[in-house]
């Protein structure tokens, strides 16, 4: 109530030592999620070239990809010898399995890294970020893949004579919407899909997730904490801490659903099991990240539902996916339409952003409507900041480095700010008068 009227009573701007126009505006954030080495120089135009800079270094990632690790698979398989029905063997399939998980890791790094660098000051607004560039980026890849493997696919089967259903030799037919639909290229692409999305995406990375999350960066923080007595206290604790929890999930569920949807262009043969591993696998990251928020991460706090409702809008188009792969499926046999050539590419084009469209107004505008109503009576009525502030040791003041060290050096506040570490809230000290007011003695009562 405090912060709402001190907002309504600053609508015209003040001054403050000798500064005037400044404002306050209403912001949904907590302390904790505050980046505060980032106030002062991450202006909206400055995040906005940091971030057009940042499709270009992921586009630099996808070729450093693409040319060190994936050349030289297809190439492989482009030049390996197919006649009489040979294929390559399991070595082959492992490899791919173990490309697609390194150009996923490697989109991974990359965008927290661009994620850090554009300098957003709340955490949620990182996430979010982070979140999209990481589906954009993975999309790269898969994009990637399934042009390399048409254009192989392609090769491969015209050398070897293949033919429509018709007998029309595949060499023979320059559509590119009628060789997408014979047979041979469907179930080449059709594997390809299935191969890249089980178990290389859906399944492999998760099981490999604990060791660099949980027991890599344990075993080597005790390793080096105990061979160096120098390391002690807090710096000791930080060597031996986990990795904090981040929203990337969504993008990893959002790129395995786009996955799923792809399957649907292709014969059915693959889609079950593409399912079936889909759903196996999402058994085994929900109770992978249902240990670790309870057992290793050592918190996280996220203030507001921006990372939710970007994923909301992330799925729409993924969504549109079913719609165009319906029309592309319903094409010369529903009776509606018979499309030949780039036509049934407009309509399947049609179809998506038919979809698109309609699910983002869904979100934007029917979802908030059917959301819960408030309640009548305020939980949080009486609330005040003292009384908040004596329970919850982190808050805008103690969550503030520069702001505890300017009690302590420049006001000579005794006792001064106390700087939030979690875990140590037992060692903060009360000063009411600047605004500390958490006690742990009083606050376990």
Same mark, same amino acid.
């Given at each position: 109530?405090?912060?709402?009227?001190?907002?309504?009573?600053?609508?015209?701007?003040?001054?403050?030592?000798?500064?005037?126009?400044?404002?306050?505006?209403?912001?949904?954030?907590?302390?904790?999620?505050?980046?505060?080495?980032?106030?002062?120089?991450?202006?909206?135009?400055?995040?906005?070239?940091?971030?057009?800079?940042?499709?270009?270094?992921?586009?630099?990632?996808?070729? %450093?990809?693409?040319?060190?690790?994936?050349?030289?698979?297809?190439?492989?398989?482009?030049?390996?010898?197919?006649?009489?029905?040979?294929?390559?063997?399991?070595?082959?399939?492992?490899?791919?399995?173990?490309?697609?998980?390194?150009?996923?890791?490697?989109?991974?790094?990359?965008?927290?890294?661009?994620?850090?660098?554009?300098?957003?000051?709340?955490?949620?607004?990182?996430?979010?970020?982070?979140?999209?560039?990481?589906?954009?980026?993975?999309? %790269?890849?898969?994009?990637?893949?399934?042009?390399?493997?048409?254009?192989?696919?392609?090769?491969?089967?015209?050398?070897?004579?293949?033919?429509?259903?018709?007998?029309?030799?595949?060499?023979?037919?320059?559509?590119?919407?009628?060789?997408?639909?014979?047979?041979?290229?469907?179930?080449?692409?059709?594997?390809?899909?299935?191969?890249?999305?089980?178990?290389?995406?859906?399944?492999?990375?998760?099981?490999?997730?604990?060791?660099?999350?949980?027991?890599?960066?344990?075993?080597?923080?005790?390793?080096?904490?105990?061979?160096?007595?120098?390391?002690?206290?807090?710096?000791?604790?930080?060597?031996?801490?986990?990795?904090?929890?981040?929203?990337?999930?969504?993008?990893?569920?959002?790129?395995?659903?786009?996955?799923?949807?792809?399957?649907?262009?292709?014969?059915?043969?693959?889609?079950?099991?593409?399912?079936?591993?889909?759903?196996?696998?999402?058994?085994?990251?929900?109770?992978?990240?249902?240990?670790?928020?309870?057992?290793?991460?050592?918190?996280?706090? %996220?203030?507001?539902?921006?990372?939710?409702?970007?994923?909301?809008?992330?799925?729409?188009?993924?969504?549109?996916?079913?719609?165009?792969?319906?029309?592309?499926?319903?094409?010369?046999?529903?009776?509606?339409?018979?499309?030949?050539?780039?036509?049934?590419?407009?309509?399947?084009?049609?179809?998506?952003?038919?979809?698109?469209?309609?699910?983002?107004?869904?979100?934007?505008?029917?979802?908030?409507?059917?959301?819960?109503?408030?309640?009548?009576?305020?939980?949080?009525?009486?609330?005040?900041?003292?009384?908040?502030?004596?329970?919850?040791?982190?808050?805008?003041?103690?969550?503030?480095?520069?702001?505890?060290?300017?009690?302590?050096?420049?006001?000579?506040?005794?006792?001064?700010?106390?700087?939030?570490?979690?875990?140590?809230?037992?060692?903060?000290?009360?000063?009411?008068?600047?605004?500390?007011?958490?006690?742990?003695?009083?606050?376990?009562?």
């Amino acid at each position: 109530e405090a912060m709402e009227e001190a907002v309504d009573r600053a609508v015209d701007g003040f001054e403050f030592e000798g500064n005037d126009g400044i404002y306050l505006e209403m912001l949904e954030a907590e302390p904790d999620t505050v980046q505060w080495v980032n106030f002062g120089h991450s202006s909206p135009s400055e995040k906005a070239m940091k971030l057009i800079a940042g499709f270009g270094i992921i586009g630099l990632a996808c070729l %450093f990809w693409a040319i060190v690790f994936y050349s030289p698979y297809a190439y492989y398989v482009m030049t390996f010898n197919y006649e009489n029905g040979r294929q390559p063997g399991f070595i082959v399939g492992f490899a791919f399995s173990m490309i697609v998980v390194v150009g996923n890791a490697i989109m991974y790094e990359v965008c927290a890294q661009i994620s850090d660098w554009v300098g957003f000051r709340f955490k949620d607004n990182r996430e979010a970020c982070y979140m999209m560039l990481y589906t954009v980026a993975c999309m %790269f890849n898969v994009a990637l893949d399934f042009v390399t493997t048409y254009f192989t696919a392609e090769k491969v089967m015209e050398g070897l004579g293949f033919r429509t259903y018709f007998g029309v030799p595949l060499q023979d037919v320059t559509e590119f919407t009628a060789k997408f639909e014979t047979y041979g290229m469907q179930r080449s692409l059709a594997e390809n899909t299935y191969a890249y999305a089980f178990p290389s995406t859906y399944l492999i990375p998760f099981l490999i997730e604990p060791f660099p999350t949980i027991l890599a960066p344990l075993w080597l923080g005790r390793l080096i904490v105990r061979s160096h007595s120098e390391l002690q206290g807090r710096f000791a604790e930080a060597w031996l801490g986990m990795a904090e929890m981040e929203m990337g999930r969504y993008a990893d569920l959002l790129l395995n659903v786009i996955l799923g949807f792809l399957i649907f262009y292709f014969p059915g043969g693959y889609t079950w099991m593409l399912f079936l591993g889909m759903a196996g696998s999402h058994v085994w990251i929900y109770l992978f990240d249902h240990y670790r928020v309870l057992r290793s991460i050592p918190s996280c706090t %996220f203030a507001s539902f921006d990372v939710e409702w970007w994923a909301q809008v992330m799925l729409a188009p993924i969504v549109g996916i079913i719609a165009a792969s319906l029309a592309f499926k319903s094409n010369c046999f529903s009776g509606l339409y018979c499309v030949k050539g780039p036509g049934i590419v407009a309509i399947c084009f049609t179809a998506w952003l038919a979809s698109t469209l309609f699910h983002l107004a869904m979100v934007i505008h029917l979802i908030p409507m059917l959301g819960k109503a408030p309640p009548e009576e305020d939980p949080a009525a009486g609330e005040t900041f003292p009384t908040l502030a004596a329970k919850v040791p982190c808050s805008w003041f103690t969550a503030n480095p520069v702001h505890c060290l300017r009690s302590k050096h420049v006001y000579k506040h005794e006792p001064a700010c106390s700087y939030f570490v979690l875990g140590k809230a037992d060692l903060m000290h009360v000063n009411k008068a600047i605004g500390c007011f958490y006690e742990e003695a009083a606050a376990s009562k």
